[in-house]
């Protein structure tokens, strides 16, 4: 059975920052790319941040210099670091991996941006 289990989620002043941490078992978590997509509400889930098995990143615009995807093969956990946030980062985030030709999401973790 695979789990993918979410922490860390809050609610941040403008400018603050947050560490999200994403738990992965059921896997052999080194081999596979890891993502954090989020979506806010009234809007379509969108992909965040990756990071491939080498540790290779990826960050959609909105984020670049803002957010650091990081992962830890021995503890089976990547995080994301979210420094400088904005309210448009109001979203649920989501932890997700693609393995054995499957799909596997959390559930989920609010972070909410607000003065």
């Known amino acids: 059975q695979v789990y993918i289990v979410e922490s860390g989620g809050g609610l941040v002043h403008p400018g603050g920052s947050l560490r999200l941490s994403c738990a992965a078992s059921?896997?052999?978590?080194?081999?596979?790319?890891m993502d954090w997509y989020r979506q806010a509400a009234g809007k379509q889930r969108e992909l965040v941040a990756s990071?491939?098995?080498?540790?290779?990143?990826n960050y959609t615009g909105s984020v670049k210099g803002r957010f650091t995807i990081s992962r830890d093969n021995v503890r089976n956990t990547v995080s994301l670091q979210m420094n400088s946030l904005k309210p448009e980062d109001t979203a649920i985030y989501y932890c997700?991996?693609?393995?054995?030709?499957?799909?596997?999401w959390g559930r989920g973790t609010q972070v909410a941006v607000s003065s």
């Open positions: 059921g896997i052999n978590f080194r081999l596979y790319a």
């Open positions: 997700h991996t693609r393995a054995r030709a499957r799909d596997f």
């Open positions: 990071i491939s098995s080498s540790g290779t990143t």
